[in-house]
């Protein structure tokens, strides 16, 4: 085996080192409107054509809202009757507005596997953003992965895996696009921390240093994925990236994905990102939320020829493109209709549909990861006494009247004093109650919040069940003759801010104050993602615990029909829980090393060495591995048949050819109904000693056997040639696993290229 090697980098003074660079790509490639496009650029193309250069400047730009709180407003262009655009928020549903449904967050989504909820989520959530007049949803997330487990932003995304990322991603974009919205994938790229994200007191924003191939083989893969789904937008990051602004880098935007992913659609700017009018020459199409230091100032680079008029037109014909490929000619409402503030009067603009309803359940049960179950802890059964404990088994004390669900839950002194703007420290836990997202953009207002005490009280009411509660003790009294105590704890994380921990004092010592006292301890974790469990795991009276991400408003409905066995356990973590820190190939953000330092610098030698590639490759144990995840029932596997297709290097094969078909048999032999992840995993030369590149979820009753298909794609078995800037294959021997985790590999076989 391969060990890799982890260069720490030795930060000098600016100067004092080469730093890593990025090279000049110019010009910009103009959109060529081929294939799904070739009707939109052909109706885009009309339209701008009969625009002044003032009017196409218009489309390019962000105008003060007039009489809504979209993020983001284009210009509109009355003479052609143009009425321009609301760009608006985001993960969870939409931010900042009532009557609206709040979804599973993107890392539960990702818990789940499932493409078809992750699909159904992104058209609901899709409708609603259209009804409420919101053009482009700003989302899904392809970055951060989750490079360092804090990253504040890593629960917007799928998981720390680029290909469960990157088909995630594209079912979101699917739906998403189909409702008739615009999506926009984001942050391209490398944006894998909140700290320094942006330049702040004279200190530059974080440099990503990534080599080529990581580049390809890691971060721009859910992106490759996402151009396949046809996404109409990316949106460029806040940092840099070798030392040049995100939206600012023409090898990113000209080079990477206007030329060797031939992006048709329009690249957007993060919100106040650092760009100024050579951003344009770049490959940067639109600014946001104002002008910035465009608008008239972009009228002007024209007039004294810093940009070509041809690329003002090609930006608005790439925006003009993207809203007639979803249709927003033909059908849409006034842009930012259903966006009004609400302190003032406004009309009621309610974009929920019923069929929504079941796809939000489905999906909260879905995230929920088993992850121990000893002595048949769970389900309950009728149980005669229960005890609940913990800072997250209710409802935060309150909704609309505060910020806290529209800006997340940033601004609740409850939960811990964050600020927006303010780099002030919070807990890493919310302890003002329970979460079912974690905060600012991608938070939304809940419909309603079923919490997890009311729907236990319900159930209660049911079953004849006798309830203590205590949410408030920090060492509670425990009725002896209770048959379980379920202790609620969580992990919260803010855009913004990058998580201080993985782990909080007050909460582990809550599980173990309750333990002490109760034999059969169940602990429940809403959790942004990874958090070691380490104090307790090993506990005696620690009989089961459950991870259960952010499950939108359906919170303790979900959890209720799980923890009854109503329904099953079927989630997978998107992400390794380590036994310590130090266990993970990078934890730590990057940040100035040297006093006065205002470059900071953050290489990314690790590699692809992430996450599950690193614990595997240098044998690290976990506690629990990526792709984990415990059922009600059991499966077997059996009948592993591999075959291979021509995939000799000849010349006219597309990297979307199929490369191999691998069939296994599932056989639930359990006595309960039940649903499994099955997973592949490849081992290709040179690279990690595995690497997810298949999954497919199956529902068997007892008994009952499924043929699970895996393709696998000629990219899927390649690696970037820096060399030849191409995908290779590479002769050798490929192992091919297939199992019910990334450790619990159950067969495996291997074919010879
Ligand atoms: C960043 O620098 C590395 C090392 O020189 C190079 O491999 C990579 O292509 C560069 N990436 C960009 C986007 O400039
Ligand atoms: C530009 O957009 C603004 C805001 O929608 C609008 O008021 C203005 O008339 C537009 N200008 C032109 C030249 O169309
Ligand atoms: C032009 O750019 C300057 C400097 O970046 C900025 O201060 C100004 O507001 C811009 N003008 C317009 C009309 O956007
Ligand atoms: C052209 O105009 C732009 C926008 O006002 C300005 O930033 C740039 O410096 C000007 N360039 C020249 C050569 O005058
Ligand atoms: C909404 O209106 C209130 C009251 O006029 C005002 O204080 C607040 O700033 C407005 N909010 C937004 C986002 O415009
Ligand atoms: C487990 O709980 C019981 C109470 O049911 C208690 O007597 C015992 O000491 C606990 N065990 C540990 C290791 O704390
Ligand atoms: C656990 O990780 C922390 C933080 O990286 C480190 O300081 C500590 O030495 C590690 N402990 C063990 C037992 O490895
Ligand atoms: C997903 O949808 C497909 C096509 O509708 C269906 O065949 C499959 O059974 C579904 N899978 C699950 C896990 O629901
Ligand atoms: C591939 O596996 C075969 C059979 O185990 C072995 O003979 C051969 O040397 C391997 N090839 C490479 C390139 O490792």
Known sequence: ????????????????????????????????????????????????????????????????AVDNVCAGNSGSVPRLGWPGMCLHDAGNGVRATDLVNSYPSAVHAGASWDRNLTYLRGLYMGKEFKAKGVNVLLGPNAGPLGRSPLGGRNWEGFGVDPYLSGQLNYETIIGHQEAGVIANVKHFIANEQELHRRPYFGVEAVSSNVDDKTLHEFYLWPFVDSLRAGVASVMCSYQRVNNTYGCMNSKLLNGVLKTELAFEGFVLLDWNAVHDVRSVNAGLDMVMPLGGSLGANLTAAVRNGTVEEDRVTDMATRILAAWYLVGQDIDFPTPGIGMKNLSLPHEQVDARIPEANPVILEGAIAGHVLLKNDNRALPLSKPTMLSVFGYDATVPRTKNTDVLFQLGYTSSPEMGQAVLGTEQHFDQAARGGTIVTGGRAAANAPSYMIDPLSAIQHRAAADGTWVNWDLDSFDPTVNGATDACLVFINAMATEGWDREGVRDDFSDSLVLNVARKCSNTIVIVHTVGTRLVEQWIDHPNVTALVFAHLPGQDSGTALVQLLYGDADFSGKLPYTIAKNESDYSVFESCRPVVPGDTNPQCDFSEGVYLDYRHFDALNITPRYEFGFGLSYTTFEYSSLSIKTQDISDAAGQSLWDIAAEVQVTVTNTGSRAGQEIAQLYVAVPESPPRQLRGFDKVSLGPDQSATVGFQLTRRDLSVWDVVSQSWDLQEGNYTIFVGASSRDIRLYDTITI
């Open 1 to 64: 085996m391969k060990k890799h090697l982890v260069v720490c980098s030795l930060l000098l003074p600016a100067g004092a080192l080469a730093l890593a660079e990025s090279p000049p790509v110019y010009p910009s490639p103009p959109g060529q409107g081929t294939g799904q496009w070739a009707s939109a650029y052909a109706s885009a193309r009309s339209l701008v054509g009969q625009m002044t250069l003032e009017e196409k400047v218009n489309v390019t730009r962000g105008f003060p």
